[in-house]
C-alpha cells in the first residue's frame, strides 16, 4: 500500500509518541541503543570543523533538544539554536527539561516534510531523521530528498545531512526497520541543489557505518 506523507507524518507521530509515553525523557524514546551512541554521532558532527561559533543553527528533528545541550557543554558558542521536531510530546519535554525558555535557543513544532521555516540560519543539522525505512510505503530515497531540498532552503551557509551506510558493518546485522543511504546516490542528488557538497565518513560504526553529507551554499 502506497502511503501518503501526511500518513507518514501521522504514523511517525503516533510511533515516538507511543515510545515517549512508555519512556519518557529517554534516548531509547528517539531509537537509540545508548547515550555513548547518541554523543559518538554528535562527536563526528564536531569533528566536521564547521564554523558554528557566532552562528544560527537548526536542529531540524531535535527531539529532546539533546544536540543542544552537547554543544553548550562543548563550549560552542553559537548565536542562537532552533530546534523543531514533528512530535508535541518531544517538544513539550524540553519545557520540561527547562531548556525551552533558554535565550539561546528555542523549540516547536514543525514538519520540514511541507516546507521550510520563516527564518533563515546559517547552518541547519538533520542528524538520523531519515533512518527510517518506510518500505513499501513510501521511496525512501524520495522522502529524503524532499527533506533534504527543504532543508536546504532554510540556511544561508550549510546543511549537515547524517545518514547510515549501506556499506553494512559485516559483523552487526542489518535491521528491517532500518533504511541504509547509498553515498553515491547521495552525492549526485546534493549536486542537483549545489555544486559545493564534501562528504566525511564516520570512523568508527555506531554500531553500522555512517556517513555526513555537507551541503554548501
Known amino acids: 500500500m502506497i502511503k501518503s506523507l501526511e500518513n507518514i507524518s501521522s504514523d511517525m507521530i503516533k510511533r515516538y509518541s507511543n515510545r515517549y509515553n512508555k519512556l519518557g525523557y529517554n534516548v531509547k524514546t528517539l531509537g537509540w541503543g545508548n547515550k555513548e551512541q547518541q554523543y559518538q554521532r554528535f562527536d563526528d558532527l564536531l569533528d566536521i570543523e564547521l564554523p558554528l561559533n557566532n552562528k544560527t543553527l537548526l536542529d531540524i528533528g531535535c527531539g529532546f533538544g539533546d544536540f543542544y545541550i552537547y554543544l553548550k557543554n562543548k563550549n560552542v558558542n553559537f548565536k542562537h539554536y532552533t530546534g523543531i521536531d514533528i512530535n508535541p510530546d518531544l517538544i513539550n519535554e524540553t519545557k520540561n527539561m527547562g531548556i525551552n525558555n533558554q535565550k539561546d535557543c528555542s523549540f516547536g513544532v514543525h514538519n520540514i516534510l511541507k516546507g521550510g521555516i520563516d527564518i533563515k540560519v546559517n547552518t541547519a ?11 513499501n510505503e513510501v521511496d525512501n530515497y524520495k522522502y529524503s530528498q524532499k527533506i533534504i531540498r527543504n532543508a536546504f532552503e532554510c540556511v544561508t551557509d550549510n546543511l549537515v545531512v547524517n ?55
Request: no cysteine; aromatic share 14%.
Open 163 to 217: 545518514l547510515l551506510d549501506d556499506n553494512l558493518t559485516p559483523d552487526y546485522p542489518k535491521e528491517d526497520f532500518i533504511f541504509y543511504h547509498n553515498d553515491i546516490k547521495m552525492i549526485e542528488f546534493a549536486n542537483t541543489l549545489t555544486k559545493k557538497v564534501e562528504i566525511k565518513y564516520s570512523p568508527k560504526p555506531i554500531p553500522q557505518k555512517e556517513f555526513n553529507l555537507i551541503l554548501y551554499k
Open 125 to 135: 543539522f538533520l542528524i538520523g531523521v531519515l533512518n527510517l525505512n518506510l518500505k
